[in-house]
């Protein structure tokens, strides 16, 4: 299946700052997605990242908080900005691949643990 | 769109008992059924999927039933071993291909 690094893998930050997280992926890969997953809670979907246009964003996520790039097929970042407590979760990178890994479904990095302070 | 429901969230089993999660989902156009386990500090972990031509699939002490008529689907898990222990997800793929997951249950093998 598809590797994927995602970093940082934990940050604390300070409220009212920004927080860039990367994700790159060791193949090509049709689709990314970025989630949420609050404290002891499920995956939200936040946004499906598009290489070369913008986000598509679920309802209750804008893109002034959390601005998307994927500028090729195998990397994407999601930016938390002017951070709050409320935004101390993990966020999650996730990808489907092309033709040859669709097989292995959607795969998930292991997150980045943030918390605002 | 799509919504995920998933029973129970929390289950407590005695080593070598078996263990059964269930899912519905609202999205009759759904076709793509996965599970995951997420351990603390970790990412989700695909353990089995299934895909709505398949009524069931099995892998090992691992299997998956789909009922598209009744739309639920269920994780079944035997000879549960205390490494079994983790939070399990659903997830329904909707018809963009993105997935929505259930709420999660926290599983906890005694030994």
């Known amino acids: 299946s598809a590797v994927i690094s995602q970093k940082p893998s934990r940050d604390i930050c300070q409220r009212g700052t920004s927080l860039t997280i990367q994700c790159q992926v060791d193949?090509?890969?049709?689709?990314m997605f970025w989630y949420r997953q609050q404290p002891g809670q499920s995956l939200t979907l936040i946004a499906t990242a598009n290489q070369g246009s913008e986000a598509t964003y679920e309802s209750g996520f804008v893109i002034d908080k959390f601005p998307i790039s994927r500028p090729n097929l195998t990397f994407s970042t999601l930016t938390v900005s002017n951070m709050s407590p409320e935004d101390s979760s993990i966020y999650l990178c996730?990808?489907?691949?092309?033709?040859?890994?669709?097989?292995?479904?959607?795969?998930f990095g292991s997150g980045t643990r943030l918390t605002v302070v | 769109g799509e919504n995920v429901e998933q029973h129970p969230s929390t289950l407590s089993v005695q080593e070598g008992d078996s263990a059964v999660i269930k899912c519905t989902y609202s999205?009759?156009?759904?076709?793509?059924f996965p599970w995951y386990k997420q351990e603390l500090g970790k990412g989700p972990q695909l353990i089995i999927d299934?895909?709505?031509?398949?009524g069931e699939k099995k892998d090992q002490r691992i299997a998956v039933t789909l009922n598209k008529t009744a739309k639920h689907f269920s994780l079944h898990i035997t000879e549960t071993q205390p490494e079994d222990s983790a939070v399990y997800f659903c997830?329904?793929?909707?018809?963009?291909?993105?997935?929505?997951f259930g709420q999660g249950t926290e599983l906890s093998v005694k030994p």
């Open positions: 299934i895909r709505s031509n398949v």
């Open positions: 999205d009759s156009a759904s076709n793509y």
């Open positions: 997830a329904a793929s909707d018809r963009g291909g993105k997935l929505i």
């Open positions: 193949s090509q890969v049709t689709m």
């Open positions: 996730s990808v489907y691949g092309t033709e040859s890994l669709k097989n292995y479904g959607y795969t």
